[in-house]
T-cell receptor, first 114, second 113 residues
């Protein structure tokens, strides 16, 4: 079953603008990860944030995690047309019976116009 | 990280036939691999956990007799869709887990006519 929801479902912006995507989840987690998927392709791991972390950066990516609200956000700064893709959050549940089993959010389709 | 390949990348088959999809971990010995399914414009749904040398663990609602998983070696897991029907048409993706990160294969698109 899906862990939670992402919003917005779709986001359309101009090159150079920032893009923010949000993710909510329902259960306690070990970590939360963000993935990118280009149309019809596999997923690429972007960034992982652990349950005891609040913010993490990687290049133009900034991820925040609020475990009290069970939510996370992904910010892509200075977006480029090549950032156009679907973005998914995924949670690795605490106490899960299968190590590494991920539950994915619904995803946000990001379109960056040149 | 880990490099994961899948074969074939796409397959078209007739209803009632069986289709085998391979997932290989190219540079990492994986005792566990995961199989996901993704319908158009939807998210990934975990189907099963493939365990080397033992039976796969299926998620609720996934028919184990329809989706046969074999994990015969540390680098290869196969998913066989038996008696495929048009509703099985989907994007099937496998992954391996390494140091808190899932590494995904490029996916296999299945179209059942």
């Amino acid at each position: 079953s899906q862990q939670g929801e992402e919003d917005p479902q779709a986001l359309s912006i101009q090159e150079g603008e920032n893009a923010t995507m949000n993710c909510s989840y329902k259960t306690s987690i070990n970590n939360l990860q963000w993935y990118r998927q280009n149309s019809g392709r596999g997923l690429v791991h972007l960034i992982l944030i652990r349950s005891n972390e609040r913010e993490k950066h990687s290049g133009r990516l900034r991820v925040t995690l609020d475990t009290s609200k069970k939510s996370s956000s992904l910010l892509i700064t200075a977006s480029r047309a090549a950032d156009t893709a679907s973005y998914f959050c995924a949670t690795d549940a605490w106490g899960g019976t299968s190590y590494g089993k991920l539950t994915f959010g619904q995803g946000t389709i990001l379109t960056v116009h040149p | 990280g880990a490099v994961v390949s899948q074969h074939p990348s796409w397959v078209i088959c007739k209803s009632g036939t069986s289709v085998k999809i391979e997932c290989r971990s190219l540079d990492f010995q994986a005792t566990t691999m995961f199989w996901y399914r993704q319908f158009p414009k939807q998210s990934l749904m975990l189907m099963a956990t493939s365990n080397e040398g033992s039976k796969a663990t299926y998620e609720q609602g996934v028919e184990k007799d329809k989706f046969l998983i074999n994990h015969a070696s540390l680098t290869l897991s196969t998913l066989t869709v038996t008696s495929a029907h048009p509703e099985d048409s989907s994007f099937y993706i496998c992954s391996v887990y390494l140091t808190e990160t899932q590494y995904f294969g490029p996916g296999t698109r299945l179209l059942v006519l």
